[in-house]
């Protein structure tokens, strides 16, 4: 089975700094998919940036990025000047690849992102 | 972006009860829908994959007779809660995959509140 650990339940920044949450996971597969979702108090779910095992290079969204270790299997995103807006939980998940699409994602526990302005 | 509802968004039943709750993809089609559950302050943990058209597919220790998924069309899927009890209250979220190849983005529900008194 799949498992994702996220060992940070809360980091708190300074409007402006960089922050890293960390993700790890473990997994026998060699293809699968990466994400990390952020859930603000309206508890929506909103994909902040994933990456496809397959590739070395790491993804990035504008502010966000990833480092993506395959071996390590790390996972962790790096969260540059860091907005008000930023604040909420940070999951991280998996899924495996299958050609059908139908496998569900499995997520770490989050962690709790505060901004200080 | 693709747009996915949820129908109604808090709902408070009695004890004994049956609840349907409502999952709907907006401007695409949903090959694949995906319920979650989620209790305060924890992570969403998955509870069935439902494929158009086949009976839904349960995670160990999901009760199928509890909890009836039907995803009659390529755009709603529902989720019945039987015989509600207490411990039955949580945040239900589902999710949705559309017809893309191999970027099968999953999108997010602004989930369903329960409430069992």
Redesign the interface.
């Known amino acids: 089975a799949q498992t994702v650990t996220q060992s940070q339940p809360e980091m708190s920044v300074q409007e402006a700094e960089t922050v890293t949450l960390s993700c790890t996971y473990d997994t026998s597969e060699s293809d699968y998919y990466l994400f990390w979702y952020k859930q603000p108090p309206s508890r929506q779910m909103i994909l902040v940036i994933r990456q496809e095992a397959y590739k070395q290079q790491n993804a990035t969204e504008n502010r966000f990025s990833v480092n993506f270790q395959k071996a390590a299997k790390s996972f962790s995103l790096k969260i540059s000047d860091s907005q008000l807006g930023d604040a909420a939980m940070y999951f991280c998940a998996y899924r495996i690849y299958s050609g059908g699409g139908a496998d569900g994602l499995t997520f770490g526990k989050g962690t709790h992102l505060i901004i200080q302005p | 972006g693709a747009v996915v509802s949820q129908h109604p968004s808090r709902v408070i039943c009695k004890s004994g009860t049956s609840v349907k709750i409502e999952c709907r993809s907006l401007d695409f089609q949903a090959?694949?829908m995906?319920w979650?559950r989620?209790f305060p302050k924890?992570?969403?943990?998955?509870m069935a994959?439902s494929?158009e058209g086949s009976k839904a597919?349960y995670?160990q220790g999901v009760e199928k007779d509890k909890f009836l998924i039907n995803h009659a069309s390529l755009t709603l899927s529902t989720l019945t809660v039987t015989s509600a009890h207490p411990e039955d209250s949580s945040?239900y979220?589902c999710?949705a995959?559309g017809r893309l190849a191999?970027t099968?983005?999953?999108y997010?529900g602004?989930?369903t509140r329960l409430t069992v008194l």
């Not at chain 2, 924890?42 to 998955?46: E, F, G, H, V």
């Open positions: 090959t694949t995906f979650y989620q924890q992570s969403l943990m998955l994959t494929n597919t995670e945040f979220i999710s995959r191999r099968d983005t999953q997010f602004p989930g």
